[in-house]
């Protein structure tokens, strides 16, 4: 089936329909959201059975791959760190994992300090679970695996200081930044 004859059934099934300017499936859920809301619940659903801890060495391992071939195909050894850290921001955002904001980073100590707004998963697990899911775990994972190859941050295992899933305005991740961990 095209997608346009899959989009007119589902709308005359009732399944889609446009409310207050937005595609909603189901009549609640934002169908742009879709891929990012069935990745929160998945993602729910893992770290209740594994833990915080299983989540962040999967989005770990997982990232590898995708930090290796940024360095390939985008060839960042031949650039500045910083030219590199703008790279990897407009990607992130544009690929769906949320704003970075990087305010500290000394490659070299291993040092950084982030803070990240507005990822579609976490933002919709959020609204689902509340402060009863860890979701963002993976995500620490995979931007830890990500400066440690792409920007040379050595030894990079981001912990995280402030989270949007427990009411803060955003995740605040770090590694080897305060002397004493506030990790919690
Ligand atoms: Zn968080």
Redesign the pocket.
């Known amino acids: 089936m095209s997608i346009v004859n899959y989009l007119k059934e589902s709308i005359l099934k009732r399944l889609i329909k446009v409310e207050d300017g937005r595609v909603k499936m189901f009549g609640k859920i934002d169908y742009i959201m879709f891929p990012g809301v069935a990745m929160a619940e998945f993602l729910h659903q893992i770290g209740k059975d594994m833990g915080e801890d299983y989540l962040f060495d999967l989005g770990y391992k997982a990232g590898l791959d995708g930090a290796n071939e940024m360095i390939e195909k985008l060839g960042l050894f031949a650039n500045s760190i910083p030219t590199n850290m703008n790279i990897i921001n407009s990607m992130f955002e544009t690929l769906g994992f949320g704003k970075m904001n990087i305010k500290v980073m000394h490659s070299e100590d291993g040092q950084i300090l982030l803070t990240l707004v507005e990822h579609p998963v976490?933002e919709y697990a959020k609204l689902k679970y509340g402060n009863k899911t860890r979701v963002?775990a993976l995500y620490r994972g995979i931007f830890s695996i990500h400066a440690e190859k792409d920007l040379k941050v050595k030894n990079c295992k981001l912990i995280?200081t402030q989270?949007?899933?427990k009411g803060d305005a955003f995740?605040e991740w770090s590694s080897n930044y305060f002397k004493k961990s506030k990790k919690t």
Request: include cysteine.
């Open positions: 976490i963002c995280e989270c949007v899933l995740c």
